[in-house]
């Protein structure tokens, strides 16, 4: 499975910004999906997460009310729509798959991790 996340760019304080991760898998629908993010010397973390059907999203906290996930199963895609972005939300953003039935926020559960797009906020 590969993953190649598109989207990042820079886009002021107050901004948006709408990522999309694009999968090579033929069946994407059996994952879970995951967006994570990794700041200039901090760890990664997480973002957000979506069920198999998009039934079911989980958001950090410091993104809820802001960041929202979907995906379109027809065409292999996860999104993650940014709104009223802040400068600490510059990252670089990684979307990942999570094969297990219940959907995960630890980054230990995620696989086939893609390139990443870079976020820059400015303020």
């Known amino acids: 499975v590969q993953l190649q996340a598109s989207g990042g760019g820079l886009v002021q304080a107050g901004g948006s910004l709408r990522l999309s991760c694009k999968a090579s898998?033929?069946?994407?629908?059996?994952?879970?999906m995951g967006w994570f993010r990794q700041a200039p010397g901090k760890e990664r973390e997480f973002v957000a997460a979506?069920?198999?059907?998009?039934?079911?999203?989980y958001y950090a906290d410091s993104v809820k009310g802001r960041f929202t996930i979907s995906r379109d199963n027809a065409k292999k895609t996860v999104s993650l729509q940014m709104n009223s972005l802040k400068p600490e939300d510059t990252a670089v953003y990684y979307c990942?798959?999570?094969?297990?039935?219940?959907?995960?926020?630890?980054?230990?559960?995620?696989?086939?991790w893609g390139q990443g797009t870079l976020v820059t906020v400015s303020s």
């Open positions: 990942a798959r999570d094969p297990a039935l219940e959907v995960h926020r630890g980054i230990a559960d995620y696989e086939d």
């Open positions: 979506i069920s198999r059907m998009g039934a079911s999203t």
């Open positions: 898998a033929l069946i994407f629908s059996i994952y879970n």
